[in-house]
């Protein structure tokens, strides 16, 4: 299903971040990260050894970018999610250590709010941040998420 949603998408107009020698080499990835806030507008950040980043990831066979937040957000944040309409594409270029991999994230952004705390963070080494969007501009790793929470805030 997710496959499918990202294969009719266009993705030669979205902006693209990062950097790649050869594009074609690089492993597609569909990514789906929330832009989750609280009663304060503040939004949650997963922090890990590799960096800062919104909650989300690559999306699993058969999940919906949605499914995909609301499962990462429980496991790396201890949250559940509630998505909104808000949303917004982008591609970033990535190489990964741990896997020697080029990556071409294609990325879905989806806005959405904390509607409770499901449990602790169920994945290793994860810890929760709730940071103001200027800081979370500052803080996160990579740069079509720190360009996403500055669209999202102009909303």
């Known amino acids: 299903m997710a496959a499918s ?3 009719t998408l266009d993705w030669s107009g979205v902006p693209t971040f990062g950097r790649c020698a050869d594009p074609t080499s690089s492993v597609i990835r ?3 990260y929330g832009l989750i806030q609280d009663e304060h ?3 949650a950040l997963a922090h ?3 960096g800062v980043f919104l909650p ?3 999306i699993e066979a058969g999940e919906t970018p949605a499914q995909a937040i609301a499962r990462e957000s429980l496991e790396e944040c201890g949250l559940v999610a509630r998505l909104g309409a808000w949303t917004l594409y982008a591609v970033q270029f990535v190489y990964s250590e741990k896997e020697q991999t080029h990556f071409q994230k294609r990325s879905i952004f989806i806005g959405g709010e904390c509607d409770r705390f499901g449990a ?3 994945e290793p080494g994860y810890e929760l941040r709730w940071v103001d969007h200027e800081s979370a501009i500052r803080m996160l790793s990579d740069e ?3 360009w996403a929470v500055q669209q999202w805030a102009k909303h």
Do not use: D, K, V
Request: aromatic fraction near 10%; charge should be positive.
């Open 41 to 43: 507008r503040r939004l």
């Open 5 to 7: 949603f990202f294969e």
């Open 48 to 50: 890990n050894s590799e």
């Open 144 to 146: 079509s998420q720190r």
């Open 120 to 122: 602790l963070p169920t």
């Open 56 to 58: 989300g990831g690559g």
């Open 30 to 32: 569909p990514s789906a």
